[in-house]
């Protein structure tokens, strides 16, 4: 679909077969992004999820997938979502006790802040500075869709000034730079002390490679302030919102939960909380639930727009240079030619089918596609699937005030990610004697 937003030419992709073209077929056309006021403003525009495709993007990218977000790096991590995830539920049942409803999402985003953190830094910082940074990612979030008037009217750009955008965005900037500060101050401070915490963490590593001056291409400050920022929200505000909507989905679906919960309980009783996460794979049904509940709830509902770097066919229709691309994926995951029943619920339409999370099915694309697809979802999955398995195996959930299950809302919000409108309450009661801290 052409659409005309402002001043810029921008094609909307939400069909399967228009988004292979895209992600696939012409992936190299359409690998870079379009500038956008809020990560010029806030990241200088060298993060990993906007920066132009180019040999810094290449860079960055392999040094996260090489610290971080690889497949083996994932695994060594286990021990660190083993008790950040044994934390959440502890803090889940002090929350239920008395019988009154549970915030959900405020203890999901702790628990996912902290395997972040102590994944990407090392540490995890202070209550005030996760304050400031969080109060700087719900800026980046709520402000960078790419709809503000410099993205759609380029030459409308004191419009910003007047309705304060650009004040607000400058002072999230100034806010970031300040919390950066800390922490590296503080994790140079470590590591002079000799406190090293393992392995080498991200943030030490671009330390390290910043000393490095024969790099052909450097690693900056700001380098280690945008892409540590692209680490740290990836990690946090994707992952415990895609842990609400599956909590969600699964108070909407009795049938569902009792499934679910009854194939968990099945398989890890009688196991060692250790090891859990070597089960999962086991959990067939409940991965199952997972995957239906980001079809129909992607963290990214439209994913980071694309910038059309040569005049090219999409679908027999042109597509000129300088095109902004947006794919819906909310959207192509609801295409009725693909999916049967497409906006219910139903975790069986998987069962023998071959569609996973890698991004070669273009009907499910929850992390995108191509050169630019999310790099962490290795990352994100493996906190995504321990959280929800251990929320189900220690308790039993059930809605506030005699609400039934089709009277739960089902309202989002869409920023830069699409979020409950409204936190998910739900009152909790015991099934598992929680295993005792270490």
Same mark, same amino acid.
């Given at each position: 679909?052409?659409l005309?937003?402002?001043?810029?030419?921008?094609?909307?992709?939400?069909?399967?077969?228009?988004? $292979?073209?895209?992600?696939?077929?012409?992936?190299?056309?359409?690998?870079?992004?379009?500038?956008?006021?809020?990560?010029?403003?806030?990241?200088?525009? @060298?993060?990993?999820?906007y920066?132009?495709?180019?040999?810094?993007?290449?860079?960055?990218?392999?040094?996260?997938?090489?610290?971080?977000l690889?497949?083996?790096?994932v695994? $060594?991590?286990?021990?660190?979502r083993?008790?950040?995830?044994?934390?959440?539920?502890?803090?889940v049942?002090?929350?239920?006790?008395?019988?009154?409803?549970?915030?959900?999402e405020?203890?999901?985003?702790?628990?996912?802040?902290?395997?972040?953190?102590?994944a990407?830094?090392?540490?995890?910082?202070?209550?005030?500075l996760?304050?400031?940074?969080?109060s700087?990612v719900?800026?980046?979030?709520?402000?960078?869709?790419?709809?503000c008037a410099?993205?759609?009217f380029?030459?409308?750009?004191f #419009?910003?000034?007047?309705?304060?955008l650009?004040?607000?965005?400058?002072?999230?900037?100034? $806010?970031?730079?300040?919390?950066?500060?800390?922490?590296?101050?503080?994790h140079?401070?470590?590591?002079?002390?000799?406190?090293?915490?393992?392995?080498?963490?991200?943030l030490?590593?671009?330390?390290?490679m910043?000393d490095e001056?024969?790099?052909?291409?450097?690693i900056?400050?700001a380098?280690?302030?945008?892409?540590?920022?692209?680490?740290?929200i990836g990690?946090?505000e994707?992952t415990?919102?895609?842990?609400?909507?599956?909590?969600?989905?699964? @108070?909407?679906?009795?049938?569902a939960?009792?499934k679910?919960?009854?194939?968990?309980?099945r398989?890890?009783?009688g196991?060692?909380?250790?090891d859990?996460?070597?089960?999962?794979?086991?959990?067939?049904?409940?991965?199952?639930?997972?995957?239906e509940?980001?079809?129909?709830?992607?963290?990214?509902?439209?994913?980071i727009?694309?910038?059309?770097?040569?005049?090219?066919d999409?679908?027999?229709?042109? #597509?000129?240079?300088?095109?902004?691309?947006? #794919? %819906?994926?909310?959207?192509?995951?609801?295409?009725?030619?693909?999916?049967?029943?497409?906006d219910?619920?139903?975790?069986?339409?998987?069962?023998?089918?071959?569609v996973?999370?890698?991004?070669?099915?273009f009907?499910?694309?929850?992390?995108?596609?191509?050169?630019?697809?999310?790099?962490g979802?290795?990352?994100?999955?493996? #906190?995504?699937?321990?959280m929800?398995?251990?929320?189900l195996?220690?308790f039993?959930?059930?809605l506030?005030?005699?609400?039934?299950?089709?009277?739960l809302?089902m309202?989002?919000?869409?920023?830069?990610?699409?979020?409950?409108? %409204?936190?998910?309450?739900?009152?909790?009661?015991?099934?598992?004697?929680?295993p005792?801290e270490i």
């Open positions: 679909m052409y005309r937003l402002g001043h810029v030419d921008t094609v909307v992709i939400s069909s399967p077969a228009a988004a $292979q073209e895209v992600l696939r077929d012409k992936d190299l056309i359409f690998a870079s992004r379009p500038k956008m006021l809020a990560t010029d403003i806030i990241l200088d525009g @060298m993060d990993l999820a920066a132009p495709h180019s040999a810094y993007w290449r860079k960055v990218r392999k040094l996260c997938m090489t610290v971080l690889g497949a083996h790096k695994r $060594q991590l286990a021990p660190l083993d008790r950040e995830t044994l934390s959440l539920i502890r803090k049942a002090a929350a239920g006790q008395g019988g009154e409803p549970v915030n959900l405020r203890l999901l985003v702790p628990c996912s802040i902290a395997i972040t953190w102590k990407t830094l090392g540490q995890l910082c202070g209550g005030e996760q304050e400031q940074f969080m700087v719900n800026v980046a979030v709520t402000e960078g869709s790419g709809f410099a993205d759609l380029p030459s409308l750009w #419009v910003d000034v007047v309705t304060g650009r004040g607000r965005l400058r002072r999230a900037r100034r $806010q970031l730079d300040g919390v950066f500060e800390k922490i590296i101050n503080e140079e401070a470590r590591q002079e002390e000799g406190k090293k915490t393992g392995d080498e963490d991200l030490s590593a671009m330390l390290r910043k001056a024969d790099l052909e291409i450097p900056t400050a380098t280690i302030q945008a892409v540590t920022f692209d680490m740290l990690g946090t994707t415990s919102s895609s842990a609400e909507w599956v909590m969600s989905e699964l @108070m909407r679906n009795p049938e939960m009792a679910a919960q009854a194939e968990v309980r398989t890890l009783d196991k060692s909380p250790q859990h996460e070597g089960h999962i794979n086991e959990l067939s049904y409940t991965r199952l639930v997972i995957k509940s980001m079809r129909l709830h992607p963290a990214l509902p439209l994913l727009p694309r910038l059309c770097q040569e005049t090219c999409i679908g027999g229709f042109e #597509v000129a240079k300088g095109t902004k691309v947006i #794919v %819906n994926a909310w959207a192509v995951a609801r295409s009725p030619e693909h999916w049967h029943d497409a219910k619920f139903r975790p069986e339409r998987f069962e023998d089918s071959a996973d999370y890698k991004g070669l099915q009907e499910y694309i929850p992390f995108g596609s191509g050169r630019r697809m999310c790099p979802d290795n990352f994100g999955l493996a #906190v995504l699937e321990l929800v398995v251990r929320l195996y220690y039993d959930w059930s506030p005030h005699g609400m039934k299950p089709n009277e809302d309202d989002m919000v869409v920023g830069a990610t699409a979020r409950r409108r %409204n936190h998910l309450q739900l009152v909790v009661s015991p099934y598992k004697e929680l005792s």
